[in-house]
C-alpha cells in the first residue's frame, strides 16, 4: 500500500480518535448503546489508518494529502 496522507491529516485523525475515546468512555454523552460502539470503531479505523497512513477510502476516491508518495 502505498502513503496517501500528510502528517497533518494523520495528526487530526489521531486527535480526532482520542476525542471519541473520551466521549465514548469519559463522558455520560456516548456512554452506552449504539454511539457508544459507533465512537469506539470511528476512533479504532482512524487511528489504524493515522498510524499506517495509507487510508483506503482516500484511495478508491483518488486523494491524496501527502506531498511524497
Do not use: E, K, Q
Request: with cysteine; glycine share 8%.
Amino acid at each position: 500500500m502505498r502513503t496517501n496522507m500528510g502528517t497533518i491529516d494523520r495528526g487530526v485523525r489521531l486527535v480526532v480518535a482520542a476525542a471519541l475515546l473520551y466521549a465514548a468512555f469519559g463522558t455520560a454523552f456516548a456512554a452506552t448503546g449504539l454511539l457508544h460502539w459507533a465512537a469506539i470503531a470511528v476512533a479504532i479505523v482512524f487511528t489504524l489508518t493515522a498510524l499506517v497512513g495509507t487510508c483506503p477510502l482516500y484511495s478508491i476516491l483518488g486523494i491524496r494529502t501527502c506531498r511524497v508518495a
